[in-house]
Nanobody, 120 residues
Framework: QVQLVESGGGLVQAGGSLRLSCAAS????????MGWYRQAPGRQRELVAT???????TYGDSVKGRFTISRDNVKNTVYLQMSDLKSEDSAVYYC??????????????WGQGTRVTVSS
């Protein structure tokens, strides 16, 4: 079993910044792609950003140029630096990780979510 523990959410004013962290632990061989998704009330969960073990990142269109994803492969931790936050960024942010739990099996795990609220 793989556990993902997120931290860093909270309340921030529009235009401000926050940094989210997500640490993976448990039984796995390696963590492959890690990422962040978010879900606002009444909306579907959407991609925020993902990053490969080599550092190749992809971003959702709404956060490009404002958010930066990074990771520490030694600590099995992924970060999301969020800048120039807008009210529409308010959501519960979920960490996801593709973990190789055996030589032939990869599974996707999710964190419990951390809430980000941006006040205008």
């Amino acid at each position: 079993q793989v556990q993902l523990v997120e931290s860093g959410g909270g309340l921030v004013q529009a235009g401000g910044s926050l940094r989210l962290s997500c640490a993976a632990s448990g039984g796995f061989l390696i963590i492959n792609r890690m990422g962040w998704y978010r879900q606002a009330p009444g909306r579907q969960r959407e991609l925020v950003a993902t990053i490969s073990t080599g550092g190749s990142a992809t971003y959702g269109d709404s956060v490009k140029g404002r958010f930066t994803i990074s990771r520490d492969n030694v600590k099995n931790t992924v970060y999301l630096q969020m800048s120039d936050l807008k009210s529409e960024d308010s959501a519960v942010y979920y960490c996801a990780a593709d973990a190789a739990v055996s030589l032939f099996k990869e599974q996707t795990y999710w964190g419990q979510g951390t809430r980000v609220t941006v006040s205008s």
